[in-house]
Structures are given as structure tokens and as C-alpha cells.
């Protein structure tokens, strides 16, 4: 963290407004209060997270409960967090994630210059402001900050977006430039990613006792975890129970199919990208090896072994995923634009997606709610079916 | 390997400087070796003294000698996840196998297991004759080849490591492979922490993969369309700069390859006010009968131009055994040769890689053996059952690819 010092320059109201800092944090610590008194204190605290929680199920990137009128916010901060690791429900804890980081984004996205670059600053960003007369300006939109590359490596490799690519981005003498509103989305990341992680929290097993023990705060927690079970399983769409549908593979996997097909040599990285899909997806260790007999070198005893490896039968047993799609497109096993098997909906999807199992799921799912439709009805029509759009499983699964 | 070719190896290892062998971080490095006669790779390997890897060498003097690119607190345990992984040296691998050279198809070669036919370069997916898919493959190393190798490692190191990425010249090592490229390894703390994702985005910006001309701000508003300026940073400085490579080549060369003529001839048409254009950083691109169909054939020929040829899975790989310093290439009897950057551009590997100069010797041929060259003569071609008098590099060269024994 090297701009603590830099930090407390912030004002009160900037640590009000954004919570999440490390400088809230220091301020919360600097008044050396027992944590459970702030449900006491300020009693609005419980129902601004009843609030938070019901916006997050319900999907919404801003919350009224956010606003920033006292320091009660400050104290509200760390509990959710705390909260979030005792209810241990990763699915709320994603979607509250993505609510605060959202909401926090867009303030920030209208914070001047320097608050916005104090902030990163105390998120350990390690970003340089350009002076105004030497910012970089591409047309007429000035990139007025500037961040080591492998900084920006560490934050922005996991966007989906390609905008966001190192290929596309502004990089001369290892410094990768930005405009405002890129620093925002990478705070945004910041944000999310730290509530996402285990909170140490969950291992203070006597700040959960007396958190449960709070005749108070007990009935609390139990409304909290009613609500956000009531709206996890309403919202649950697992394929987890489909069948195997064949007919929704994404580009890459017929593409390689294809090639199995007609008895091509297909190279090591396809081979077990293919395994590594088609177990995830559930098919078994033997319809796996029934494939690979197609192989000109297909030798029994070394493939069963390979399948049962990737299928966590061997070794240290684990279970591999297939690679993501921009790891795919790396090896040149991405088909998306494929003029015999690329798909539209993976050159342009609604929702971007960084698998191809979430292509698959989506296109599987979209499917089999479509075959429930017609089912004794009328005879299902294949072109009406709908490719992969919904953003229902684009979360945690890729 | 041939008992000669094993005691020229042998006294090789025994002369060498420790330090010279000597890897950074030695013994948090797993080392993998080929022995001569022996199946498979003997890996797992560790040493915590050069001595004792040294000692290693010349006793059991091997065919080739790797080491991994990645550190681990216990490297000679036998399973990855035993090791205990610290972090991994960035790596960038160019290899002629990966760069396509016209003069491939003249030494470079297949068979068709299935019916005998042959032909030149890479084998096709399907043989013309039987449509069987399985083939015998011969390669060659010609002098075309590794300056190809050679103008692909400058690109990698002065255009995107040191101009894009801001790497000092003395954060990396640079390496003749031995055969047939150059390795760059970064071995400062900062890039061994890099995590796989991480190492992709960088070697997807060095390769142009994922490239987005919108997204890097190539704008089409009918009739106008805005383009780059030579200063812009990143890929938009490049496409620039390389356009107006593009437009002194289509004077000097006639006819540029892979770039269709009717490009070639509007590029011609409009060349005199675009280079304008281009040299006072303009980014106005509007021409006259070039519309967006046209740019984007343009500016895929010049981002195909621009990009290097590395070996993708190389980079990203985090568990990758790389040859190891100034050992000997068992298939070509060159050493994989540590060079500074200023070393680099009067390389000339069929001389300074040439572990073993000294006498004459004469040599049976096994097998047809294109022309090559071994320090500053020139051999070959030479038919099966020649005996040939050679230099004992080129003698070396021919025994390490079972195309020689001594006469």
C-alpha cells in the first residue's frame, strides 16, 4: 500500500462516500470502538443492509441505502463484509460484489482528477497523473492518467471486454495510459474482487459467537439468510441436471469434433481442451474415450489413462476446466469467426462470456426451455430456438 | 550419438566455466536431461552447486540438458504439485518451425507413410495421392531461416520489449537456441510473479491477437475515416509507422507479396498525400477510393507485417523446461549461446555457436544432405555413401543428425 500517506488527505465525506477504502478502515480504527456496538450506535445500519441485500438479488448496480449522509456508512462497510462471510452463500456474496463495486463505479467515474486518483492510490493502484499540458490526447479525448503495465496486467486481465485488451490500449515505454472512467472500472474490479475473497472474519470464531449470541442481531442474521435463500432458489437455473445436448456445443468444440470426425490428427492442446470440456459437461470417462478412438494414434491404455487423469481419477485428483475463451484464441482453437463454424453469438453476444462452457450452458439451457414449451403441443422447430444470451450463470462458472 | 560425437561432448563440459553453465537460482530449478541411448527424458532433477551439476554433465554427458523456467522451494520432487512453485522466469521462444520462409519448401520435406509420395515443405493435411494423414517430416536449418529467426528476436526485443514494454536492455538474456531460434528470458522478480492470464495479454499484444481496430480507435463515418499518427503509442503508433514502411516498399518492391494488386494500386494512386499525411501526424485517412473495405484489407496486411512470431504456449506456460545455458544442442552440436543485445545484430550462428573448430576430418554420408554452411564454407549437397573431407564443426553437425560417421 504506497499511498496511505497520500490518502488522509482525503475528507471525511470522501471516506463516507466510498467505504471501502483503506482510509475509512483507519478512520473506524482511530475511534476504538467494540465493533458490535455500531448496530447500537447507529441503528440504521441494519436496515440499510436489509436494503443493500434485496438490490443486490434483485440485480440492480446502485442502492439508495448507499448514500452518504452520515458516517453510519463507514460502520456499515465492514459488517456487511463480515456478514457476507457468515451467511457463506458465494451467490449473494457475488451479487452484493457486483452491486457495490457498480454503484461506487459510477460516483467515482464523476469524481474530479484527484480525488479519483487518491482513491486508486489508497486501492494501491499505482498510477501516475499526467500534467494537464503533457496528457496524452488521442482525437480529442485526453488519457490524463498513466499505470506501469504489469500494474494494469494484474487488474485488467480478467476483463472480458476486448476494449480492454493490452493490444488495444494506449502502451509506450511500459506505461499503459487511461482516460477517468478507465481508473473507475479498475477500482470497480478492486472492489469486487476484494469483497469476493474470503473475509478473515470467518475464521474470528468468538466475534461470531457473539454476533449470534446478540438478541439483537441474532434474529437479524436469520431475516438476512431467509431472504437471500428465498431468492437463490428462485432465481436457480443450474444445467447441472440437464442432459448432455450434443446440439449446443460452442464453435471451438464441433470444430474440433469435426476434425475427429474425419480422422485428423488433432493437436495435444485441442485433445485436452475437448477432454476437459466434455467431462465438465458431464459426459463420462468411456463416451470420452469412444471419440478418441477415431484418432489415427489412438492407443487405449495411454488415452484411458490421459481421460481419467483429466477426470481427476489419478495424480492429485483434481478436476480440470476447459481453457477460457481468450486462452483459446491464443492457441488458435477459437472458431468464433469461423466461416463453416463460427456463431454470431459468440462474435457478439449479449452477455459477454470468458468460457466456452458458458456458451453451452446457455445455449442448452435456452434449448431445453424451449423443447418444454412445445412438448405435446407442437413439433419443436429448431431455428426458433434462441442461441446463448441469458447472463444468468456468467458469474462465478467461468 | 556416436561415441566421437560423446567425447567431443565430454571434453566440451570439462573445459567450460562453472559460471558460465551456471543458471540463475540454480538450485530452485528442476533439470531435465536426454541421455545418449537412453528412452526418454530424465527429469526432476536438482542441484544446489554448480560442481555437483557440472560433474553431472561429464559423467553422464547429455544429448540435451533442460531446465525449468520456474523456480520451486523442493524441484526434485516428482510431482508438480509436491514441488512447491515460487514463481517462473517470462520466456519468449522464436522458432524457425513457426515462421514461414519461402526456402522451406526447398529443404524441408515429407512422406507419405501410406503410399510413398513426397513433397516439399510442410506436409498437407491429407496426402494428394491416398488422403492418408500420417507422414514422416524432415527439416533442415538453412542460413534464410535463422536470419528470419534473427530479424523476428530484434523486433521482439527493440520494438515491443524495450519500445513498447520500457524493459531496460539489461533486464533480459538472450539466447541462440542451439537449432533453430532464440529464447528471451526475464528473470527479474516482477515478471516471475506473472500469472498466466498476465503473460497471455503480453504475448497477445506481441502476436496481435485480439486485436480491435475500433476498439484502438479506427473511425468510419462515411466518407470520413479517421486513422493513426506515427506518435500515437501502442499498436496505433505501429500501424502507422509500418504503413508508411508499407508505401516505400510498394515503390522500391513493385510488387508486394500478399497484398492484393488493386490494393497495391490505390495505395499507389493516393501515396504521395497519405505519406504527407503520415509524416506531419495526421490522422486524417479519407482517400479517394479507399473505403472501409479497402482499409481493413490494408491494415490486416500491415498489422500482419508488424506482429512477432513467437511461440504463444511457450510464454504462458508456467511449468516449461527450457534448454539450458551454454549446454551443447544435441542435434546440431551448437551451443545454446548467452548474447548481450548489441551482440545480437553481428550473430551469425553457423560460426559463433560452433562449439567444436579444429581439424579436417573425413566423413561417410548416410543419407542426402542439403547445402549448409559451418563457419565460412559452404557444404553439400552431398548424395548417401560420399565421403566427404570437412571441418570437424561441420563433421559434428552432420554426426548429431545421424547423416554422418566417421570414414
Known amino acids: ?398 | 550419438m556416436n561415441d566421437y560425437v560423446k567425447a567431443l561432448f565430454q571434453a566440451y563440459y570439462r573445459e567450460i566455466q562453472l559460471e558460465k553453465l551456471m543458471p540463475r537460482d540454480l538450485p530452485k530449478r528442476e533439470l531435465g536431461f536426454i541421455l545418449p541411448d537412453k528412452k526418454g527424458m530424465i527429469r526432476h532433477k536438482a542441484f544446489a552447486d554448480t560442481k555437483d551439476y557440472k560433474a553431472f554433465l561429464l559423467q553422464n554427458v547429455p544429448v540435451h540438458v533442460y531446465y525449468s523456467a520456474t523456480l520451486y522451494n523442493s524441484p526434485w520432487k516428482d510431482r508438480m504439485d509436491l514441488k512447491d512453485y515460487i514463481g517462473c522466469d517470462l520466456i519468449f521462444d522464436i522458432d524457425c518451425d513457426h515462421i514461414e520462409t519461402p526456402c522451406k519448401q526447398e529443404h524441408d520435406g515429407w512422406v507419405c507413410k501410406g503410399c510413398g509420395k513426397k513433397g516439399g515443405g510442410k506436409p498437407p493435411v491429407a496426402c494428394p495421392e491416398c488422403e492418408g494423414m500420417s507422414f514422416d517430416e524432415k527439416s533442415w536449418l538453412c542460413d534464410k531461416c535463422l536470419a528470419k529467426a534473427k530479424t523476428e528476436t530484434l523486433k521482439l526485443v527493440d520494438d515491443f520489449l524495450i519500445g513498447d514494454f520500457g524493459l531496460p536492455p539489461d533486464n533480459m538474456d538472450i539466447y541462440f537456441s542451439g537449432q533453430r531460434g532464440y529464447h528471451v528470458h526475464l528473470e527479474k522478480e516482477a515478471f516471475r510473479r506473472m500469472n498466466a492470464e498476465e503473460r497471455r495479454e503480453m504475448a497477445d499484444f506481441i502476436t496481435a491477437t485480439g486485436i480491435s481496430l475500433s476498439s484502438i480507435g479506427f473511425l468510419v463515418k462515411s466518407p470520413s475515416i479517421t486513422g493513426f499518427t506515427m506518435k500515437d503509442p501502442g499498436w496505433r503508433g505501429k500501424i502507422a509507422v509500418n504503413l508508411l514502411h508499407l508505401l516505400d516498399r510498394i515503390d522500391i518492391d513493385g510488387n508486394v507479396p500478399l497484398l492484393a494488386k488493386e490494393v497495391q494500386d490505390l495505395l499507389r494512386k493516393n501515396k504521395e498525400i497519405l505519406k504527407k499525411r503520415l509524416l506531419a501526424n495526421d490522422p486524417n485517412w479519407s482517400l479517394e477510393g479507399i473505403g472501409q473495405g479497402y482499409w481493413n484489407r490494408i491494415l490486416e496486411y500491415v498489422v500482419r507485417d508488424t506482429k512477432c512470431e513467437i511461440d504463444v504456449p511457450v510464454t504462458i506456460d508456467v511449468h516449461r523446461l527450457i534448454r539450458a545455458p551454454n549446454t551443447l544442442h544435441g542435434k546440431s552440436g551448437f551451443i545454446n549461446k548467452k548474447l548481450k543485445r548489441d551482440e545480437l545484430d553481428k550473430f551469425d550462428p553457423f560460426n559463433d555457436a560452433v562449439a567444436f573448430k579444429g581439424n579436417d576430418e573425413r566423413i561417410k554420408i548416410l543419407n542426402d544432405v542439403p547445402r549448409f554452411r559451418i563457419e565460412d564454407k559452404t557444404y553439400g549437397p552431398f548424395k548417401k555413401d560420399d565421403i566427404e573431407t570437412m571441418s570437424l564443426g561441420a563433421a559434428v553437425f552432420l554426426m548429431c543428425k545421424n547423416l554422418g560417421v566417421v570414414a
Not at chain 1, 440485480?59 to 463507514?74: G, V
Not at chain 1, 461470531?208 to 436457480?236: H, Q
Not at chain 1, 443450474?238 to 485428423?264: E, M, W
Request: hydrophobic share 40%; charged share 25%.
Open chain 1, 1 to 398: 500500500m504506497t499511498a496511505q500517506g497520500k490518502a488522509r488527505k482525503l475528507t471525511l465525506d470522501v471516506l463516507c462516500k466510498y467505504p471501502f477504502l483503506n482510509a475509512s478502515m483507519e478512520w473506524i480504527q482511530e475511534k476504538n470502538v467494540i465493533p458490535l456496538d455500531a448496530f447500537y450506535t447507529h441503528v440504521g445500519i441494519m436496515d440499510k443492509i436489509r436494503a443493500i441485500l434485496a438490490d443486490a438479488m434483485d440485480n440492480k448496480e446502485e442502492s439508495k441505502a448507499l448514500a452518504h449522509d452520515s458516517d453510519e456508512i463507514i460502520y456499515l462497510y465492514p459488517w456487511l463484509r463480515i456478514i457476507l462471510a457468515f451467511m457463506n452463500m458465494p451467490r449473494v456474496t457475488y451479487k452484493i460484489a457486483n452491486l457495490l463495486s457498480k454503484h461506487f463505479s459510477a460516483m467515482l467515474a464523476k469524481e474530479d482528477e484527484t480525488t479519483l486518483l487518491l482513491v486508486a492510490q489508497d486501492q494501491g493502484i499505482n498510477v501516475d497523473r499526467i500534467p494537464d499540458d503533457k496528457a496524452m490526447a488521442i482525437s480529442t479525448v485526453s488519457f490524463q492518467f498513466r499505470l506501469p503495465f504489469l500494474d494494469y496486467l494484474q487488474i485488467a486481465a480478467k476483463f472480458k471486454s476486448p476494449a480492454w485488451k493490452l493490444v488495444n490500449r494506449l502502451l509506450k515505454n511500459g506505461s499503459v495510459y487511461l482516460r477517468k472512467q478507465d481508473l473507475a472500472r479498475m477500482i470497480e474490479e478492486l472492489i469486487k474482487t476484494k469483497i469476493s475473497e474470503a473475509n478473515p472474519a470467518l475464521k474470528d470464531e468468538s466475534l461470531k459467537k457473539s454476533f449470534m449470541d446478540d438478541p439483537l442481531l441474532k434474529p437479524f442474521f436469520e431475516g438476512l439468510m431467509n431472504v437471500a435463500k428465498e431468492k437463490t432458489s428462485a432465481g436457480s437455473g443450474s444445467t447441472d441436471s440437464l442432459p448432455v445436448d450434443d446440439s449446443a456445443f460452442p464453435p471451438c468444440i464441433n470444430a474440433i469434433l469435426d476434425k475427429n470426425s474425419k480422422g485428423i490428427n488433432l493437436a495435444h492442446s485441442e485433445r485436452l481442451f475437448l477432454v476437459y470440456f466434455l467431462l465438465t459437461i458431464g459426459k463420462t470417462v468411456e463416451e470420452v474415450l469412444d471419440l478418441f478412438r477415431n484418432q489415427p494414434d489412438y492407443n487405449e491404455k495411454i488415452s484411458r489413462y490421459q481421460v481419467e487423469f483429466a477426470a481427476g481419477m489419478h495424480g492429485k485428483k483434481t478436476n480440470y476446466k476447459p481453457h477460457n475463451c481468450v486462452t483459446l484464441e491464443s492457441i488458435n482453437i477459437c472458431k468464433k469467426a469461423d466461416p463453416e463454424f463460427g456463431s454470431k453469438w459468440c462474435v457478439e453476444p449479449k452477455y459477454p462470456f470468458k468460457n466456452p462452457l458458458t456458451f453451452y450452458r446457455r445455449s442448452s439451457k435456452s434449448r431445453a426451455r424451449h423443447l418444454a414449451q412445445n412438448s405435446g403441443t407442437e413439433p419443436s422447430n429448431e431455428d426458433k430456438v434462441e442461441g446463448p444470451s441469458s447472463s444468468q450463470d456468467d458469474g462465478q462458472s467461468t
